[in-house]
């Protein structure tokens, strides 16, 4: 099955400051990305996604890359700012059945 | 904007007994979900349904567990002979369409089993 790795397991950054969070994935058939935010207590919502078609995605201050030869994707946080401070996760589906594989989770913390 | 609904919130319940937890997903959603997160882990995927029946399942979804739709709107997660290590968060999700699409999570269940 698939296997997601994140990295690192927490972050500080200065406000203002970029943070970049990194996953890699065994399953060479995932062919979908999102990523999570999770506030405390709260439930996940979906931040960014990328399909295997695409090697790049932005959205404001949020950008995702994938690499699809070294089976690699990561999260591009720009401009952080306090609200961002929470626990982000990547995750890799395949197949029709969106079987989803989450990483470890990433708690950052933006500090003002 | 449309949403994923549980309940309960909170379920406390006693090692042992059965708990049933309800989710109604989004209406025009077709696949459904469980999820787990135990406190400080990562969110673990449980089962997907789709056409009335479990669609994949995890190692985790043993014999302990069920899913039902028992109506047009409601699905429901039970876990029979609860143990302690089931204290976790549980997430209902939907998906219009399954596979490469947004799940959509319920605010979740924590369930405490003692």
């Known amino acids: 099955g698939e296997n997601v790795e994140q990295h690192p397991s927490t972050l500080s950054v200065q406000e203002g400051d970029s943070a970049v969070i990194k996953c890699t994935y065994s399953?060479?058939?995932?062919?979908?990305f999102p990523w999570y935010k999770q506030e405390l207590g709260k439930r996940p919502q979906l931040i960014i996604d990328i399909r295997s078609n695409v090697g790049e995605k932005k959205d404001q201050r949020i950008a995702v890359t994938l690499n699809k030869t070294a089976k690699h994707f990561s999260l591009h946080i720009t401009e952080t700012q306090p609200e961002d401070s929470a626990v982000y996760f990547c995750a890799a589906i395949s197949g029709g059945y969106q079987k989803v594989t989450f990483g470890t989770g990433t708690k950052l913390q933006v500090i003002p | 904007e449309p949403e994923v609904t549980q309940t309960p919130s909170h379920q406390v319940t006693q090692m042992g007994q059965e708990v049933i937890l309800r989710c109604v997903p989004i209406?025009?959603?077709?696949?459904f979900y469980w999820y787990r997160q135990i406190l400080g882990q990562k969110v673990e995927f449980l089962v997907s349904f789709y056409n009335n029946e479990i669609s994949e399942k995890s190692e985790i979804f043993d014999d302990q567990f069920s899913v039902e739709r028992p109506d047009g709107s409601n699905f429901t997660l039970k876990i029979r002979s609860t143990k302690l290590e089931d204290s976790a968060m549980y997430f209902c999700?939907?998906?219009?369409?399954?596979?490469?699409?947004?799940?959509?999570f319920g605010q979740g269940t924590r369930l405490t089993v003692v």
């Open positions: 399953d060479s058939a995932s062919n979908y």
């Open positions: 209406s025009n959603h077709l696949y």
């Open positions: 999700a939907s998906t219009w369409t399954g596979g490469n699409t947004e799940a959509f």
